[in-house]
Nanobody
Framework: EVQLVESGGGLVQAGGSLRLSCAAS????????IGWFRQAPGKEREGVSC????????YYADSVKGRFTISSDNAKNTVYLQMNSLKPEDTAVYYC????????????????WGQGTQVTVSS
């Protein structure tokens, strides 16, 4: 059974930090790219960051560059999203997803999705 389980969300003040984790199981982790997406109320889901499990290539949305860092621990089949200097506009449900198609922010290319974790940044 394929599973992606996010954790690490919560409530934080603006300027604070959180680290999200995405634990994967049930598929060959090294063959997939892992992406983080987020969706705020009333807004479309947007790509935040993604990483290739095979070669470590990373991409970031412009809105999070310099503040968020994605990393992968292949031994643990886990991807992390370190979020620093958080802003109220980062408030959203954050999802991790897995794609064997490629690496990017097109949600339809991601085959497996987690259930999401809420991140709330207060001003």
């Amino acid at each position: 059974e394929v599973q992606l389980v996010e954790s690490g969300g919560g409530l934080v003040q603006a300027g604070g930090s959180l680290r999200l984790s995405c634990a994967a199981s049930g598929f060959t982790f090294d063959d997939y790219g892992i992406g983080w997406f987020r969706q705020a109320p009333g807004k479309e889901r947007e790509g935040v960051s993604c990483i290739s499990s095979s070669d470590g290539t990373t991409y970031y949305a412009d809105s999070v560059k310099g503040r968020f860092t994605i990393s992968s621990d292949n031994a643990k089949n886990t991807v992390y999203l370190q979020m620093n200097s958080l802003k109220p506009e980062d408030t959203a449900v954050y999802y991790c997803a897995a794609s064997d198609y490629g690496l990017g922010f097109r949600a339809y290319e991601y085959e497996y999705w987690g259930q999401g974790t809420q991140v709330t940044v207060s001003s």
